[in-house]
């Protein structure tokens, strides 16, 4: 896909590192699959990879951890 950011690079499927922060908790999800523009370096990931993630960091929220680092597994929603 076209880059919505530059405007000039393609994407290409990789991997990246998401930061998630919401109210006081920091989430940190490692090799992340997502389409990475070769021109900018912008990453898109996939909407049901934001989902889990989400979820995760919802969990995480709920045990009272304030910083997580993970690598992430596909279907792993549990802290």
Do not use: H, W
Not at 25 to 48: F, H, Q, R
Request: net charge negative; glycine share 8%; proline share 4%.
């Amino acid at each position: 896909m076209k880059c919505v950011v530059c405007k000039n690079g393609e994407t290409r499927p990789g991997k990246t590192t998401v930061t998630f922060e919401r109210d006081g908790l920091t989430l940190v999800m490692k090799e992340v699959p997502a389409e990475i523009c070769t021109n900018c370096g912008e990453d898109y990931v996939d909407e049901s990879v934001a989902r889990e993630i989400i979820a995760m960091a919802e969990k995480m929220s709920q045990s009272g951890a304030q910083v997580d680092v993970r690598r992430y597994v596909p279907g792993s929603v549990t802290c």
